[in-house]
């Protein structure tokens, strides 16, 4: 069982806390997706902290996160791309993350990264497109999501998974006003 984590709560969760993840039994092995969104959940302070610095909503963060890496702060892409938000090397060193292995550096210059992008083309579905494919290819298209397939995935798939952790903010009690851009608008 996971307690504070999507949908189960036996009381056991803290409230107006920090999120905290139980597991139980130890010799029960969980289903995958269980095993991703734990480990996701778990880096709420940090998405917290960066949401909190930057004003994106910590859904929008856990949902990058959970698509560009599935919660793995070791990760990296045949491309290149590396830690929890899959920053390039030259994107993490421009936005401030000097170890883009440590989660804290990685989750904050990629909410940074984000948010630039979020304030150029004030639309969430560009912004994660430019965030996946580049900003030239945006440009490149007409200010639209560029036609590669994996960028025409990647962008439904984000938004998805942002609507679900919105979900579980409103029913963590963690739940902000954010407009359809991804920033936040309230407390």
Known sequence: MIVGGLGHDDGRAPAGGPLAVVVEPANRKLPAIATRDARIMALAPLID?????????????????????????????PKGASGLMQLMPSTAARHGALNVF??????????????????????????????????????????????????????????????????VDERQGRFLLVRRDGVQQGN
């Open 49 to 77: 902290e960066a949401a909190y610095t930057t004003g994106i909503d910590p859904a929008l963060l856990m949902a990058v996160i959970d698509v560009e890496s599935g919660g793995n702060a070791q990760a990296v892409s």
């Open 102 to 167: 440590d989660p804290k550096q990685n989750i904050a210059a990629g909410a940074r990264y984000l948010s630039r992008l979020l304030q150029q083309f004030h639309d969430l579905p560009l912004a994660l497109a430019a965030y996946n494919a580049g900003e030239a290819a945006v440009r490149k298209y007409g200010d639209q999501i560029p036609p590669f397939a994996e960028t025409l995935a990647y962008v439904p798939r984000v938004i998805d998974r942002y609507q679900r952790y919105r979900s």
